[in-house]
C-alpha cells in the first residue's frame, strides 16, 4: 500500500513524495510532535491543518498509559479519537522507556520498567509493542529498540544494536499477523526499522546492512540527539546514509533546530520530528527566517509589528509582538497558544521552502544561505 518516489536529487539532498493509505507525504517533511494526540499549547487538529502539517507523531508509550490503546481501539483507531485524516506516525515506546522509567530490566524478550504515572510494573518487547500500535491504527509504526546513551561502551553498544537486530525480525512476524487479522483498525500500518549503534563508525554500518534486509517500509537513524555533539551527529548521518535503500524514506528521529534540519536533508535524510518548535514556543522562544527570538524580553513591549512581518501563520496575520509579549507575562493561555501555532507554522513552512529548492535545482544554495543564519538571533 506505501510507496515512496524519489522524484529528484541534488547531491544527496532528496525530493521525494510517500503514498500511503491516509493520503501522500511529500518529503523533506517534518512531523509535528502531538505525544498525548494533542500539541502542547492548546493546539488542535483542525489547527494542525491550518498551519500546513502533513503527519501527526503521537507517543506509544504515553498512550499506552493513558487513557490505553484498548479505549483508543475501542473508538475506531487514532485517527477518529483525535479527528485526524492525514497520517499519524507512531513511535515504538523505546525512547520513553530508557528516557522515563528509573528502575527497568532489559532482557531478550523485552523490557520490564514502572509506569511513570503511578509506578505499575509494565512489559514492553516488540510484540507488545505492535500490538500497542497495531490499537492506535498509526499510518506509521516503529520498531521497539533499545535508545543507548551516548557515548556508552562499545561492549554494550554491541549487545545492543545486535538485540535491536532481532527484535526488529520480532516486529515484522507480529505486525504481520496484526494487519492479516480481522478487526485490525488499519491492516495497512506500515513499519519503520530503525538503526542503532552508538558513536561508532563500524557498529552503525554492521546495523544497518542487517536491518535493510528485513524488509520495512522505511529506516530511521535512532539514537541521536541524545547528548552528542551535532558534529558527531552529522558523522553519524554521513556513515550511515550510504548504507541505507535509496528507495525507501529515510527518518532521523528526535531531530531537531532548523540548523539540524537543513544540514541533515544536505546529507540525505526525509522526515523529521522534534518537540522543539512548540517546547521553545511555550517559554517565548520564535524561530523566524531571521534568526531567533525571545518575545519576552523587554526590548518587545511596546513593538506593535508582528513576530515575523515575513511570516503568514495565524499568530503573525492577526497580532502584534506586544500583545502577545504581553499574553505571556499576564499568563493567559493564548499566548502561548499564538506561539506555538507560529513556531509549527515556520517549521511546515521551511519545510515547504526546502522542497520547492529542491523542486528547482538550489538547495545547494539554499543550504549555503540558511546553514547558519537561521541559528542567529534576529537583529529586529
Known amino acids: ?68 490503546d484498548d479505549l483508543i481501539y475501542k473508538m475506531g ?5 483525535f479527528n485526524w485524516d492525514r497520517p499519524v506516525l507512531t513511535d515504538s515506546g523505546g525512547f520513553q522507556v530508557f528516557s522515563l522509567a528509573k528502575l527497568r530490566k532489559i532482557t531478550e524478550e523485552g523490557v ?10 509494565i512489559f514492553m518487547g516488540p510484540e507488545e509493542s505492535m500490538r500497542i500500535q497495531s490499537h492506535l491504527g498509526s499510518t506509521i509504526a516503529m520498531a521497539f529498540d533499545e535508545c543507548v546513551e551516548n557515548p556508552s561502551p562499545y561492549p554494550y553498544v554491541k549487545a545492543s544494536e545486535e538485540r535491536t537486530v532481532r527484535w526488529l525480525k520480532r516486529c515484522r ?34 546495523n544497518m546492512e542487517a536491518i535493510k534486509e528485513i524488509e520495512c517500509d522505511g529506516y530511521a537513524i535512532g539514537g541521536l540527539a541524545v547528548g552528542e555533539s551535532a ?3 552529522y558523522h553519524v548521518i554521513d556513515v550511515v546514509e550510504p548504507h541505507m535503500p535509496t528507495d525507501k524514506p529515510r527518518y532521523l528521529m528526535g531531530v531537531g533546530t532548523p540548523q539540524n534540519i537543513v544540514e541533515a536533508v544536505y546529507r540525505g535524510v526525509d522526515f523529521f520530528d522534534c518537540v522543539m518548535p512548540s517546547r521553545n514556543a511555550r ?9 531567533k527570538i525571545n518575545l519576552l524580553n523587554e526590548k518587545y513591549i511596546d513593538d506593535a509589528r508582528p513576530i515575523a512581518p515575513e511570516c ?44 520547492d529548492a529542491l523542486d528547482e ?10 546553514r547558519n543564519s537561521l541559528a542567529e538571533r534576529r537583529k529586529d
Not at 4 to 18: I, P, S, W
Not at 77 to 81: A, R, T
Not at 114 to 121: A, E, L, T, V
Not at 361 to 370: C, D, T, V, W
Open 77 to 81: 483507531g487514532l485517527h477518529k479519537f
Open 231 to 233: 558534529d558527531v551527529m
Open 1 to 68: 500500500m506505501a510507496k515512496y518516489t524519489l522524484l529528484k536529487q541534488e547531491g544527496c539532498a532528496r525530493r521525494g513524495r510517500f503514498e500511503t493509505v491516509h493520503g501522500t507525504i511529500e518529503t523533506p517533511v517534518f512531523m509535528n510532535v502531538g505525544t498525548s494526540a494533542a500539541i502542547k499549547g492548546g493546539i488542535s487538529t483542525n489547527d494542525l491543518r491550518d498551519v500546513k502539517c502533513q503527519v501527526e507523531l503521537s507517543n506509544t508509550y504515553h498512550l499506552h498509559v493513558r487513557p490505553g
Open 283 to 291: 517559554h517565548g522562544n520564535l524561530f523566524t527566517w531571521e534568526g
Open 112 to 121: 520490564s520498567f514502572n509506569s511513570h504515572i503511578d509506578g505499575k510494573r
Open 173 to 206: 512476524e507480529e505486525m504481520d499477523r496484526l494487519n492479516a487479522m480481522e478487526g485490525t483498525v488499519n491492516p495497512h500500518q506500515l513499519l519503520f526499522g530503525i538503526n542503532q549503534g552508538g558513536t561508532y563508525d563500524d557498529l552503525r554500518v554492521r
Open 312 to 355: 503568514d501563520c495565524p499568530a503573525c496575520k492577526h497580532y502584534s509582538r506586544a500583545y502577545i509579549r504581553h499574553l505571556f507575562k499576564a499568563k493567559e493561555a493564548l499566548g502561548m497558544r499564538l506561539a506555538v501555532l507560529h513556531n509549527l507554522y515556520f517549521y511546515n513552512d521551511l519545510m515547504q521552502k526546502i522542497r
Open 361 to 370: 535545482g538550489r538547495y545547494e544554495e539554499f543550504y549555503q544561505k540558511y
